[in-house]
């Protein structure tokens, strides 16, 4: 809610077209009139900035009106954010929604909503440009299914699918603060994994909650940390507490805290501690230890909460790969989909269409380390050839995050060097998780690298496992070579052998060829693999 009367004192001067806050009336660069900021009321049909053509009203949120709008210079359709009316001529204001389009830059995951440019029109408004998500929230998915919760594995999926985007905007920085089930979208017919979060307006970076005469109220109590409520200090653990309270409501249908007014929410997430999940729903079908899992999460003390979201997810990964175990499931059947699923299908003289396989079972073989080569490309030419010099330097810096990322979990990681990164793994005995883990990572890294405007970077990678010693080779054979998988099928971005397929998740596999493989009586068959989950 608003505490006052907003201030009208954002000035714009359209021959610089720059902005001014205060009672300045000339603009100090080029003496040209300032002119207040006004509201713009949209509707369907209306040409903002000579550029997006307006379709329908999406949504209206604290600060911003979102709009499904067509971007008539790059043809395609946007979800287009604009300060809401009230808000429109407020400098505190426009500073807070410059601030959600700053942070947002600053994280790439394929499950957090893409960036796709900023700024201001000719009419002085500030406009955030985004990727447009079809879909329905995650919140509209549990209404739909009668307000019960959500069935047992696409809940634990979803969870995961939000602990991985948390994990890439903590590893960039920021913290978003408003975690809540409105805030996840999710496609109709599509995976969790395909979930995306949205909504960074009052996300910020680790420190005091920031607040602004603009706004009273930061949040909605039913998903309001304690720190948020006395306006402490927010970090990482904020979000890990806000995940806690999306997984009662994806579990039960309602989140931990309920209350008749805001200020008796508010007053529980301060002082009450969270009901045990078994007093809402039946525990048995949970993966074993996840009410453990989950507690500390929702400690009122951010200092007993976890303090690394990566570990935090990668725990749930292992409860629920350790359940399906139990089950007799881990030996499911890998279906290849058709060739369509993957990032680069497309097939040439040089290369035909890849004939799919029969799906693949694997024998239980234990993997030691992990080991990848990851290649980066210009891929498209637009008058400038960069060189290997340039290509390195630009992927040393965007990927600067996600290989610091590696290197804290434990992989040796090489380059970028001449265009390519090393990263070896070891499994410790975990070997899905630590395969799903890099996959994850090379994701990451592709993700990055497609959203830089110029130049247009891809990458391939290799993926490979080193098998343990054995009485017949009592030093563990190094396996295939990387490099050498580089080769098999330039049409396909990543390359995996079959101890990596076995543990690729719910990736597409497509088998390419099968080949030698040193320290082995028989050939190695070897996949290309899709990026991300399907």
């Not at 890849?354 to 993997?367: C, E, F, I, Y």
């Amino acid at each position: 809610m608003k505490t006052a009367q907003l201030q009208s004192d954002l000035l714009f001067c359209r021959q610089c077209r720059r902005h001014f806050r205060g009672k300045k009336r000339v603009c100090p660069t080029d003496g040209a009139t300032l002119e207040l900021v006004t509201a713009f009321l949209g509707r369907a049909g209306d040409v903002l900035d000579q550029r997006y053509m307006l379709l329908e009203t999406i949504g209206v949120g604290g600060m911003g009106t979102v709009y499904r709008a067509r971007d008539e210079l790059t043809d395609r359709e946007v979800a287009l954010k604009l300060l809401r009316n009230e808000y429109a001529s407020n400098a505190t204001s426009a500073q807070r929604f410059l601030q959600e389009a700053r942070l947002l830059r600053l994280v790439q995951h394929p499950n957090v909503t893409g960036l796709h440019r900023f700024g201001r029109t000719a009419e002085g408004l500030l406009l955030i440009d985004m990727e447009l998500v079809e879909g329905e929230s995650v919140r509209d998915r549990i209404l739909r299914h009668g307000g019960k919760g959500l069935d047992m594995p696409t809940a634990l999926g979803i969870l995961e699918t939000l602990l991985s985007a948390l994990t890439a905007c903590h590893s960039a920085g920021v913290v978003h603060c408003d975690i809540k089930p409105e805030n996840l979208l999710m496609p109709r017919e599509g995976t969790v994994q395909q979930v995306k979060l949205l909504d960074f307006g009052i996300a910020q970076v680790p420190g005091p909650v920031v607040q602004n005469e603009d706004i009273g109220v930061v949040g909605t109590p039913a998903y309001m940390t304690p720190e948020q409520v006395r306006a402490r200090d927010v970090d990482a653990r904020t979000d890990l507490y806000l995940a806690g309270c999306v997984a009662y409501e994806l579990l039960t249908g309602d989140p931990p805290f309920l209350g008749a007014t805001p200020l008796d929410l508010c007053h529980q997430q301060l002082l009450t501690p969270p009901p045990p999940l078994a007093s809402r729903m039946d525990t048995s079908l949970l993966p074993p230890g996840f009410e453990e899992w989950l507690q500390p999460m929702l400690a009122k003390d951010p200092a007993q909460r976890p303090s690394s979201t990566r570990a935090v997810r990668d725990a749930l990964r292992r409860m629920r790969q350790d359940a399906r175990v139990a089950l007799g499931l881990e030996h499911a059947t890998l279906r290849p989909p058709s060739v369509l699923a993957l990032r680069r299908p497309e097939a040439s003289a040089d290369y035909p269409p890849m004939q799919l396989d029969a799906p693949v079972r694997h024998k239980t073989n234990g993997v030691e380390q992990v080991r990848a080569l990851i290649e980066i490309r210009q891929v498209a030419d637009s008058g400038v050839k960069y060189g290997p010099e340039a290509i390195e330097q630009i992927a040393r810096h965007v990927l600067a995050g996600a290989l610091a990322d590696l290197r804290d979990n434990g992989a040796d990681v090489a380059g970028p060097r001449n265009q390519r990164i090393e990263v070896r793994m070891r499994c410790n005995g975990d070997e899905r998780g630590v395969i799903s883990h890099l996959l994850d990572c090379v994701a990451d890294m592709q993700a990055q690298l497609a959203r830089i405007p110029e130049p247009k970077l891809d990458i391939r990678a290799a993926v490979v496992g080193d098998l343990p010693a054995s009485p017949d080779h009592p030093s563990a054979p190094m396996g295939l070579d990387p490099l050498a998988l580089l080769t098999v099928s330039p049409v396909t971005q990543i390359r995996v052998d079959e101890h990596i397929a076995r543990w690729a998740g719910r990736r597409a596999l497509v088998k390419l060829a099968s080949v030698p493989s040193l320290g082995r009586p028989r050939a190695t068959d070897i996949y290309a693999t899709s990026l991300l989950p399907v």
